[in-house]
C-alpha cells in the first residue's frame, strides 16, 4: 500500500478549474486501480499556506525527527512520509502560484527532507514518484516558448534536489491559444492522464 500526497494550488471555484478537471480525472482513475492506496488531499488555498515568517526560517535547521508536531514543519513530515505526489497547478505569469512556491518552501527543511554533507546537498525523499498535472495558455511544450516556462521546469529540479528523480509531466497546452479547442485539448490531457494512472 502506497500514501499518495495531491497537492493542489488554484483558488478557482469547485468545477472552474481546468487544471484540476484533469487532475481530479487522473486521482479517480488512480484509486480505480489502486483501491487499497490512501490518497491524502491538499489544497493549499484551503489550507491557508502563508510565507514564512522569521520563525519558520528558524525552524528550518532542525534535528531529524524533531518538531513533527509544529504547525510549519508538520508539511515537511507529511511531505517525507508520502510515497507518491500529485502536483496540480495552472503556468501563471510563466511560473506556479506563490502559494506553491510557499508550500515548497514548508517542505524544504534540512534533516527532513534533505541534508547537508560533505559533498554537499543530499536529498531524503528517494525512491518516490511525481506527477505535475498544469494547466497553459500556450504551448510550454515546444516551439520557441519552452525557454519561457519556469513552472514545471522548477517543480522537476527542487524534486530532484530533496531526491525525488522520477518525475512525469501532463500538461494541457494553447488552451488560451486563438482558433484551438480548449474542450478537446481538456478532454485529450484527462485521456493522458486517466492511462497514466494506471502504471503511476
Known sequence: MSTVLYIKANPKPEGASRT????????EAYKEHNPDDTIVTLDLYKEGIAFLSAEGVRMHFVEPGEGRSDPILKYAY???DAD???????LWNLSIPAILKAYIDYISVANITFKYTAEGPVGLCNNKKAVNITSRGGNFSEGELVVWEMGDRYLRIILGYLGITDFTTIAADNLDA???DAEAIIAGAIT???AFAKSF
Do not use: H, N, T
Open 20 to 27: 484540476f478537471k484533469i487532475s481530479d480525472k487522473f486521482i
Open 78 to 80: 507529511q511531505f517525507l
Open 84 to 90: 507518491k505526489y500529485v502536483f496540480a497547478e495552472p
Open 178 to 180: 486563438r482558433e484551438q
Open 192 to 194: 493522458r492522464a486517466q
